[in-house]
């Protein structure tokens, strides 16, 4: 919990400039908050039929803002999309594709908003042009000058430093006398960055100084002068944010250049959340595993929490991944208690598609992740997993791996280049062996371990989901392309 105060406001204590903040000896605050995760929330979605069905672009902002006012972040946004709809509304324009209108909620917790969003429609994301966020205009602190960027991850770590989103939509904005400067980042942006892992060309329209290290320590962003009076300076700033929006609606399909930089899609590859309630152990917050399936031609479906996983489902795909087990089973998440588990049908289902000849990841961990890589609490969920597994040959035992690296102990394309793989402290669990083959170990327990299913299907264990996560240049990248790159030419051969 973060109590905002403005200086101004500290006047009855005595209180006028910054230098007097440490007469303050004491102070008593009456506080009433109710704080707690998980929590509702919501999103709100318009959606304009376009000329061509078959192609769609997203343009999102996000609703909610850290307990301050928000007037910028993302006030600045959601209006600025707001206005573009009543434009187009106004002046009865369809756009050149299904054009969807995103606020997003639960931004400022961890993107949740737009990750859920992301899981659930694997369907409109292959069909996405791209998606462009705006979150958000800022005012920079005295003596600093603001400029409007388009910013995104490129794949550079693969070898491509390209953004042609951000280029695109520069020289869009150009012509309608909006200086929009393109820059490529590492990491998480904003809410575009969910979409990241799914090949969706994404980027965020910002308004940054160059000299900013932070926007958030150098910007009026998340304080208590976030607020309306400070929007009032940015009018113009509003307006050019609109003009960014309605020159992606209206001109960007139009361009006949593809804007991503990825091979076509040749393979499919599905990613089973059924059971997974926690969005950041997902493709949405886990952007270098879709970003290397991409990289390799892979298409990427989820199968989101709460979506029974079916033979149907599976069909025609050429790698599956399952996550862990997780759920939050607290009376705060309303409906009363509850417990994940997967259903003997679904496990059945699952194992019947490695024994035909498909390749299926099964990877575990005792934590929940947040953003792929980051322990945020315990998964009393783990064992729930070897339902899975147990039909196979593969059983993930409650003992935890220790260390922070797996060390390869054998020779296999999976882990080729690669000495050791990088574990997420506190979260692996230890596989039994069994009839597998060993890729990985930490200390003496086996951490990678591949199986085979019926005469043609492998299993691929890995006791640490962490080993999965990471953006951009993840720490186990290598693993990650070769996991990509694996699954494709095994597909290719069986085939």
């Known amino acids: 919990p973060t109590l905002y105060v403005k200086l101004e406001d ?84 369809r756009p050149p594709v299904d054009t969807v209108f995103a606020w997003f909620g639960s931004h400022e917790r961890g993107l949740y908003g737009s990750s859920v969003f992301a899981n659930a429609n694997a369907g409109l994301l292959q069909r996405a042009i791209a998606m462009v966020q705006l979150d958000c205009l800022t005012h920079p602190l005295d003596g600093m000058s603001g400029r409007l960027v388009s910013e995104a991850q490129s794949y550079r770590a693969f070898g491509d430093a390209r953004v042609l989103l951000p280029d695109a939509l520069a020289g869009l904005s150009a012509r309608a006398g909006v ?23 994404s980027a965020n329209t910002i308004l940054l100084a160059e000299e900013m290290t932070e926007v958030h320590v150098d910007g009026h962003l998340h304080d208590p002068y976030d607020d309306l009076p400070l929007v009032e300076l940015h009018r113009d700033d509003l307006a050019d944010l609109a003009s960014v929006v309605l020159s992606a609606v209206v001109e960007l399909p139009r361009g006949s250049a593809s804007l991503r930089t990825t091979p076509a899609k040749t393979g499919r590859a599905v990613f089973v959340a059924s059971h997974t309630e926690a969005v950041h152990m997902t493709p949405a917050q886990m952007g270098a ?52 588990s997967f259903s003997a049908e679904e496990a059945a289902a699952l194992a019947a598609y490695a ?65 050791a793989l990088t574990l997420t402290h506190g979260n692996g669990l230890a596989v039994r062996p069994g009839a597998g083959r060993v890729l990985a170990r930490a200390g003496s327990d086996a951490a990678v371990v591949l199986f085979s299913a019926g005469s043609r299907g492998e299993v691929l264990a890995i006791g640490d989901l962490g080993i999965l996560g990471g953006r951009g240049a993840a720490p186990n990248l290598t693993f990650l392309r070769n996991l990509a790159n694996y699954a494709r030419t095994r597909g290719a051969a069986t085939r």
């Open 355 to 419: 024994r035909d000849g498909g390749f299926l990841v099964l990877a575990n961990g005792v934590a929940r992740l947040r953003y792929g890589t980051t322990p945020a609490d315990e998964n009393e969920d783990w064992a729930d997993l070897n339902a899975v597994g147990s039909g196979l040959g593969v059983t993930f035992e409650g003992r935890l791996l220790g260390g922070t690296q797996a060390a390869v102990v054998a020779s296999h394309p999976l882990v080729a280049g690669t000495g």
């Open 289 to 340: 595993l879709g970003m290397a399936l991409a990289w390799e031609g892979w298409s990427l479906d989820v199968v989101p929490y709460g979506t029974p996983v079916t033979a149907a489902a599976l069909a025609g795909a050429g790698l599956v991944v399952v996550p862990p087990v997780h759920d939050y089973p607290t009376p705060l998440s309303g409906g009363g208690p509850y417990d994940e």
């Open 179 to 201: 200086s929009l400067a393109p820059l490529e980042i590492m990491g998480a942006a904003s809410d575009n960055s969910s979409f990241d892992g799914f090949d969706v060309p």
């Open 10 to 93: 500290l006047a009855p204590a005595g209180i006028d400039a910054m230098s007097e903040l440490d007469r303050i000896t004491g102070a008593r605050v009456a506080w009433d908050a109710d704080v707690f995760q998980p929590g509702d929330s919501q999103l709100l979605l318009l959606r304009i039929p376009g000329e061509d069905s078959s192609r769609a672009l997203i343009v999102g902002a996000h609703l909610d803002s850290p307990n301050s006012p928000g007037g910028l972040d993302d006030g600045s946004g959601s209006v600025a999309l707001l206005e573009a709809a009543r434009i187009l509304d106004r002046a009865g324009v």
